[in-house]
Nanobody, 123 residues
Framework: QVQPVESGGGLVQAGGSLRLSCATS????????MGWFRQAPGKEREFVAA????????HYADSVKGRFTISRDHAKNTVYLQMNSLESEDTAVYYC????????????????WGQGTQVTVSS
């Protein structure tokens, strides 16, 4: 498949946890990072987390540092986002991308987006 497939979203109470999964194409290249973006109603799609191809480097938006953890399983061609201590502000559609680069001070997406998975945090 050319598009990633996100799953694992749902409804959770504030303070709870979810783990999102992203099934990728299986591309393996040190040219790109993999990661997650999210988009809340009325807002621009924003960067959440990224992991390097080698897995030795991770990056997080300030809003999720200390709460979210990105990881990957190469054997399963899957990227994960473990989300703990969820807040109402985390409510959004979460998107995965397997072709990210960091240039000119920002994360940029080159690969296609999937349909996303909805995360709703209630309080």
């Amino acid at each position: 498949q050319v598009q990633p497939v996100e799953s694992g979203g749902g409804l959770v109470q504030a303070g709870g946890s979810l783990r999102l999964s992203c099934a990728t194409s299986g591309r393996t290249s040190d040219t790109y990072a993999m990661g997650w973006f999210r988009q809340a109603p009325g807002k621009e799609r924003e960067f959440v987390a990224a992991i390097s191809w080698r897995g030795s480097s991770t990056h997080y938006a300030d809003s999720v540092k200390g709460r979210f953890t990105i990881s990957r399983d190469h054997a399963k061609n899957t990227v994960y986002l473990q989300m703990n201590s969820l807040e109402s502000e985390d409510t959004a559609v979460y998107y995965c991308n397997e072709e990210l680069i960091y240039s000119r001070g920002t994360w940029r997406q080159l690969g296609p987006w999937g349909q996303g998975t909805q995360v709703t945090v209630s309080s």
